[in-house]
């Protein structure tokens, strides 16, 4: 018998030791809804007003909290729950990290090669916290985050964001943003724009076509949506080889669209309504306006960031590039195609009708897909912005697209230099009456 009380008293002794290890890593790890509460303070995220939990879970005064870091998509939900007082792992709260900081699709880009601990899906921001010396190489990934690996994790990430994703105290976003308020406010710029353009035809059948031309667009822009492009390419004449100079003009009022071409006495008259508010559905922002909104940039995958300050001709200028590789472009096709399908519009009647027959709508599955499958595109951009004005000062642009179509191969490489002025001028635009028009049914 006193054996037996000598082994369960042992056995106790022994459970009691692990219910006691075991309470002392609960009360010191970080629980999802004291993650998220410390995301939002430290990155000073505002909470949403209005913002209610639809989680079974989740206490009144936490609502806000919870429905601000799932519109926010730093976390989301396991089903109808939020589970708000599970453990946080360390690779978790990485992840949810990097998404407060809006770099997921930069992370999404790192070499994982090299990380041999973590979960799959959580590799790519493991090396992203290991390149950015937010998190050391001997980062634990299962490990269960405690107080004080998040007070550090959260120290770094917080210094990181300020010193290299932010400039005046804005995010790449917030920058954007800015310049766009600032442009409505002035009401009016220029943008002269030169492009260099190749492009290679090739085929089995025939020798291949190589085509180079050089476009000068002078473009006058008033908000909301007036617009004036005189548009002069010059390319080798075919038949004579010799420089050919085409000349074209488009203005754009109310969005009814003026076309005029060398040789042409009217112009050609088309209203772009449906159109243009199919496409302002789907990309968002005006669709005009020559410089990039955050609606846009939203859709075009969030591949912005700060590059290092430049100093051109004695002006300072922060510099932001947006880089669009092969596979942001298929997600970019497939988003646009989504949300076409998706977008509610009084104005596409006609667009809905013949997408909504069955047999288009497979012959517009089917062309999309084509589209995917049969074109590469990489782009880069870069935005100057005045640091004293906070306008755009230029931008240049790389762009490489490559199609094949009906056993054909063409490639373009393109590249352009814009130039942003006369901000807050008066413009003048082509005064155009009936008698100068002839109308063309879009």
């Known amino acids: 018998m006193k054996i037996l009380k000598f082994v369960f008293a042992l056995v106790m002794s022994i459970l009691m030791s692990f219910t006691t290890v075991s309470m002392a890593q609960e009360n010191e790890s970080i629980s999802r809804i004291e993650l998220s509460k410390n995301i939002i303070n430290s990155f000073e995220i505002k909470l949403l007003e209005d913002g209610k939990s639809s989680f079974t879970d989740v206490k009144e005064e936490d609502s806000k909290y919870v429905a601000t870091i799932v519109e926010k998509k730093i976390a989301s939900g396991y089903g109808d729950t939020f589970k708000p007082d599970k453990a946080v792992t360390n690779e978790e709260a990485m992840t949810?990290?990097?998404?407060?900081?809006?770099?997921?699709?930069?992370?999404?880009?790192?070499?994982?090669?090299?990380?041999?601990?973590?979960?799959?899906?959580?590799?790519?921001?493991?090396?992203?916290?290991?390149?950015?010396?937010?998190?050391?190489?001997?980062?634990?990934?299962?490990?269960?985050?405690?107080?004080?690996?998040c007070d550090s994790m959260i120290k770094n990430v917080v210094e990181y964001y300020n010193k290299e994703l932010k400039r005046d105290g804005l995010t790449v976003y917030d920058m954007l943003n800015k310049v766009s308020q600032n442009v409505i406010e002035k009401k009016t710029y220029k943008v002269t724009t030169n492009i260099d353009t190749t492009s290679t035809a090739k085929s089995e059948e025939a020798e291949d076509t190589v085509i180079n031309m050089k476009k000068v667009q002078e473009i006058q822009f008033e908000a909301p949506e007036t617009i004036?492009?005189?548009?002069?390419?010059?390319?080798?004449?075919?038949?004579?080889?010799?420089?050919?100079?085409?000349?074209?003009?488009?203005?754009?009022?109310?969005?009814i669209m003026y076309i005029r071409a060398d040789g042409q006495e009217k112009w050609t008259k088309m209203d772009m309504n449906p159109m243009m508010n199919e496409l302002q559905s789907v990309m968002g922002g005006s669709m005009n306006n020559t410089t990039l909104t955050k609606e846009q940039l939203d859709l075009f995958g969030m591949y912005a960031k700060y590059e290092a300050d430049e100093k051109i001709e004695d002006k300072d200028y922060y510099v932001v590039s947006v880089d669009i590789d092969n596979e942001s472009f298929k997600e970019i096709i497939k988003m646009i195609a989504a949300n076409v399908?998706?977008?509610e519009n009084k104005d596409k009647k006609d667009i809905d009708e013949f997408i909504d027959e069955s047999n288009n709508q497979e012959m517009v599955k089917q062309m999309i897909d084509s589209l995917i499958e049969n074109m590469e595109m990489n782009m880069k951009?870069?935005?100057?912005?005045?640091?004293?004005?906070?306008?755009?000062g230029k931008m240049n642009l790389e762009m490489e697209m490559n199609m094949n179509f009906m056993g054909m191969n063409n490639e373009t490489k393109a590249t352009a230099e814009s130039k942003y002025y006369d901000f807050g001028e008066e413009l003048k635009f082509p005064e155009i009456s009936e008698d100068d028009v002839e109308s063309m049914d879009l």
């Open 96 to 149: 949810m990290i990097v998404r407060a900081m809006g770099e997921e699709k930069f992370a999404q880009r790192m070499d994982i090669q090299g990380i041999e601990k973590g979960s799959d899906w959580a590799k790519p921001y493991i090396a992203y916290g290991i390149d950015k010396k937010i998190i050391e190489k001997s980062f634990d990934p299962s490990g269960v985050l405690t107080k004080e690996n």
């Open 381 to 392: 951009c870069k935005y100057y912005i005045d640091k004293e004005t906070k306008l755009y």
């Open 341 to 343: 399908k998706e977008a």
């Open 228 to 255: 004036y492009t005189k548009d002069t390419t010059t390319m080798k004449n075919p038949e004579t080889d010799e420089d050919m100079n085409i000349t074209s003009e488009v203005y754009m009022k109310d969005r």
